[in-house]
């Protein structure tokens, strides 16, 4: 009876042993797990803090710079064949305007910290050296708006072709990077220049005004409604939208650029919105209609 008693105690130890070992290779197995970069926490006040990510986007930059055409220099605004950069949606400082400036840095801001290097008759060829010289002010956001003037040519055969214009657009982003690695870039689409000349066309006044030279290869002959005069407008119509494709492209491939999400192309304007000289361009009440599209792309918070 006591043989039997030792041997049951002993065979208690040896389950007590192994229930202790199954136990400690469970716990060792945990512990091994988060070792070696499991989901769960690691201890309470080890290891080191990694640095919250920069946003992608800042939606408050301290400084702007516009590079661009005459729509940017806001011609015929204010008088006829004339620069008038006060009243720019990109860096004015009219109030009746509110630029994109104005609004993001104020009054006195946009003063001191914001600057235009937009040329009338600018095409995507000249914009590598307009950043240039705006990347040498350091601004935190550069606003663009250029391609009309390569669509606005004395012909459709001389409007700039696409794969030249995609190259000189690469080129400027990448000279901007190149000499502002963290700057942001707003990207303004082209208007719809067929809309605008069917809404200029009812007037005698621009309808001479474009005869002086004013986008030729859509405004030419304002009142044909023939084959070939259709065809023109279409194929610079069509030029357009594939300049358009490309700014959104060529955007697209960098984390701190942004389009208007092609808001100006689809911007209807009206009488109001043009000048009241050459019934193309934007009026003043038209750069503030693009004020206000640029600032609403540049301060929208994306996820």
Not at 97 to 118: I, K, M, Q, T
Not at 179 to 205: C, H, M
Request: charged share 25%; glycine share 8%.
């Amino acid at each position: 009876m006591g043989q039997r008693t030792d041997q049951g105690t002993r065979g208690g130890r040896r389950r007590a042993r192994a229930v202790l070992a199954v136990l400690t290779a469970a716990v060792l197995g945990v512990a091994g797990c988060d070792a070696a970069g499991g989901d769960s926490p690691g201890p309470s006040g080890t290891g080191s803090k990694q640095p919250k990510p920069a946003p992608a986007w800042d939606t408050s930059p301290a400084s702007v710079a516009a590079v661009g055409d005459s729509i940017t220099r806001g011609f015929d605004a204010c008088t006829v064949l004339s620069d008038c950069p006060e009243v720019s949606w990109a860096t004015g400082s009219s109030a009746e305007v509110d630029s994109l400036a104005v609004r993001l840095l104020g009054e006195a801001g946009a003063a001191e910290r914001s600057w235009n290097y937009a040329v009338t008759g600018a095409r995507m060829a000249d914009l590598p050296g307009q950043v240039t010289r705006a990347a040498a002010r350091r601004p935190e956001l550069v606003a663009v708006m250029i391609g009309a003037n390569d669509a606005c040519r004395a012909t459709t055969a001389a409007m700039t072709p696409v794969a030249d214009f995609r190259a000189r657009f690469e080129e400027a982003m990448a000279t901007l990077r190149r000499e502002l690695p963290k700057a942001q870039v707003y990207v303004a689409s082209i208007p719809d220049l067929k809309r605008l000349w069917s809404q200029g066309r009812t007037n005698p006044l621009g309808k001479q005004v474009w005869k002086l030279g004013i986008c030729p290869s859509m405004l030419g002959d304002a009142d044909a409604l023939d084959s070939a005069a259709t065809l023109r407008r279409n194929t610079v119509q069509d030029r357009v939208e594939d300049y358009n494709r490309v700014l959104r492209e060529v955007c697209a491939k960098d984390r701190k650029c942004r389009t208007d999400g092609g808001a100006v192309h689809e911007y209807r304007f009206g009488t109001d919105q043009l000048s009241r000289w050459d019934w193309f361009h934007p009026s003043v009440d038209g750069q503030a209609r693009l004020a206000e599209i640029a600032y609403r792309a540049v301060t929208t918070k994306h996820s």
